[in-house]
């Protein structure tokens, strides 16, 4: 999920309030090993794919030769579509590490050293809810991937990872769940668009679309994002933005400034053109998009991490989470508001709403999301109905947040890639990374 953008216009662009997410890799080459980990737990997984989960379970258990794996021994079958928690197939807690990366320069030392082991060691449990997140994403996104294509309904695919991520992750209140509406963003628009109660939107050939999902395990938030396209002559503008995302992932570090992770990721994302209907179109970043740093059921921690060179002299810290996300673009490089609200989230504010059916809303928002943005269709299973009004009136005292869908000039195509990463004490762990993005 990206930062909501405050209406762009030309004149007045709000870098600086928008966040969204970059991902890169290792800039030694050390990803190589760590990506093929996480290929090897997915293949294993897809080997045993449509059988029977405990039949699978045995199975895998004789397996001897995957015991030295990374992926964490155990791991059984995952059915089609997904059905099984992950804390079944991973027991007692052995998710699959994300891709390692160790820290470069200044930072070598960190490593190796006892210190930082030793602080690493005190956010074990963080770690373990965030690899179980990161492992719900990996499998359920898997699905998405092969079943959403040409003529498919936006709505039954929304329907498919949010309730495939509530199965996999075993959802109960906030100790697990979805961490906000399924982004399902198509062509011009960049982000956040989801299908409101009724709307049926079906996927065409031509189209390009964005999907970004969360899952969050004890609000240990995974943020990520990729974009499917079902005509190759989109591929030069997926390259440029998986190539600029993990570009970011790569320079992200401890001590390292925003804003020079923006001017790394402009950079690749400009060395790429695109030849659409026989003209040539440069590829941009979507400079009022970024990622951002990710809090404790807060999706946008405070940081916003640029896809542009934009001068942030702040700089990431040791145990922050980030999500880095990149957004490319053939169109003018900047979105704005436009079409119908699906989005929201609770502002924390003591403004109390003046309407009594407003009242009651903001209760039951509270007591079902917390902190963590939601859509209409999450309301509607609440039992809800005909709230639309007091929803509206929550927004216009700034009560609630409304986040509109963000999009680029009408005729042009976005595209998106995004990961979240955990700097941690002794290395920089790409959590949501799997051998598809
Ligand atoms: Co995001």
Not at 235 to 247: I, M
Request: aromatic share 6%.
């Amino acid at each position: 999920m990206t930062a909501a953008a405050t209406a762009a216009t030309e004149n007045s662009v709000p870098e600086k309030e928008l966040a969204s997410l970059a991902v890169s890799e290792s800039a030694k080459g050390d990803n190589t090993e760590n990506d093929n980990d996480v290929d090897g737990s997915d293949a294993e997984a897809e080997a045993a794919a449509g059988a029977d989960g405990s039949g699978q379970k045995k199975k895998k258990k004789n397996k001897k030769k995957k015991k030295g794996k990374k992926t964490g021994g155990g791991a059984a079958a995952q059915t089609t579509p997904p059905t099984i928690p992950v804390s079944q197939l991973f027991p007692n807690n052995s998710y699959p590490e994300g891709q390692i990366c160790e820290y470069t320069d200044d930072n070598m030392y960190r490593t190796t050293s006892e210190e930082m082991r030793a602080r690493d060691r005190v956010n074990e449990q963080q770690l373990i809810d965030l690899r179980r997140a990161a492992e719900v994403h990996r499998q359920v996104r898997k699905h998405a991937r092969s079943m959403i294509k040409p003529g498919v309904d936006l709505a039954d695919v929304a329907e498919m990872i949010e309730n495939g991520t509530r199965t996999l992750v075993e959802a109960d209140g906030f100790k697990a769940g979805i961490g906000f509406p399924t982004g399902l963003s198509i062509n011009h628009c960049a982000a956040h668009y989801t299908p409101n109660a009724g709307d049926h939107v079906i996927v065409k050939k031509d189209d390009v679309l964005k999907v970004d999902f969360g899952v969050h395990v004890n609000g240990n938030i995974i943020d990520s994002a990729f974009t499917l396209a079902w005509n190759d002559r989109y591929n030069p503008l997926l390259d440029a933005v998986r190539d600029a995302t993990n570009t970011g992932i790569r320079e992200a570090g401890i001590d390292v400034r925003l804003g020079d992770i923006g001017a790394a990721i402009q950079e690749v994302m400009e060395s790429y053109e695109i030849v659409l209907d026989g003209k040539t179109i440069p590829i941009r970043p979507l400079r009022n998009l970024c990622g951002h740093n990710i809090g404790s059921y807060l999706i946008h921690g405070g940081k916003s991490v640029p896809i542009v060179n934009n001068g942030d002299q702040t700089r990431m810290e040791e145990g922050e989470l980030f999500a880095i996300e990149t957004f490319g673009t053939t169109g003018n490089g900047l979105v704005h508001e436009e079409g119908i609200c699906s989005h929201y989230s609770r502002n924390e504010t003591n403004e109390q709403p003046r309407l009594q059916s407003a009242k009651k809303l903001l209760t039951t928002l509270k007591k079902n999301f917390g902190t963590l943005p939601f859509c209409r269709r999450y309301v509607d299973r609440l039992g809800e109905s005909h709230y639309y009004l007091g929803l509206k009136h929550l927004v216009d005292q700034g009560i609630v947040n409304a986040y509109p869908p963000l999009c680029d000039v009408e005729g042009s195509y976005t595209a998106q890639f995004e990961h979240t990463f955990i700097l941690r004490p002794t290395v920089k762990e790409v959590l949501s990374r799997g051998d598809d993005y």
